[in-house]
C-alpha cells in the first residue's frame, strides 16, 4: 500500500512539471537538445568497434571454412578416382579370368 501511494505521488509530480515546462509533449512543441554528451560518443564508437570486430571475424572464419571446403573436395576427387582406377583394375582381372575360361572351355 506504501509503494502504491508512493508511485502515485511521483506519477503526479511527474506530470505536474511536465505540464509546467516548455517545450513538453503535453503542448505539442518538439525541443530539440543539440548537445551530445562524451557517453554517447564513447558509446557509439564502442558499438562501431564491436561491428568491426565482428564482420573481421566473420571474414576469417568464411576463409578457414573456403580452406576446409576445398580440401575436402580435393580428398573426394582423389577417391573418387581411386574408386575409378579399382574398378579399371577389376574388369581387367575379370577379362583375364574370362579368356582363361574360354581357353580352357576351347580344349
Do not use: C, P
Not at 43 to 70: C, H, P, Y
Not at 78 to 84: F, S, V
Amino acid at each position: 500500500m506504501q509503494s502504491l501511494i508512493t508511485h502515485r505521488l511521483l506519477l503526479n509530480s511527474y506530470w505536474h512539471t511536465m505540464r509546467k515546462s516548455k517545450g513538453s509533449v503535453m503542448t505539442g512543441k518538439w525541443q530539440i537538445d543539440k548537445t551530445v554528451s562524451v557517453g554517447h560518443i564513447v558509446s557509439s564508437l564502442l558499438l562501431f568497434g564491436a561491428l568491426a570486430t565482428a564482420w573481421a571475424n566473420m571474414n576469417t572464419k568464411i576463409e578457414t571454412q573456403s580452406v576446409r571446403i576445398d580440401s575436402v573436395e580435393n580428398r573426394v576427387d582423389r577417391e573418387a578416382q581411386r574408386q575409378l582406377d579399382d574398378m579399371a583394375q577389376i574388369r581387367n582381372s575379370l577379362n583375364r579370368i574370362e579368356d582363361r575360361l574360354e581357353r580352357i572351355t576351347d580344349k
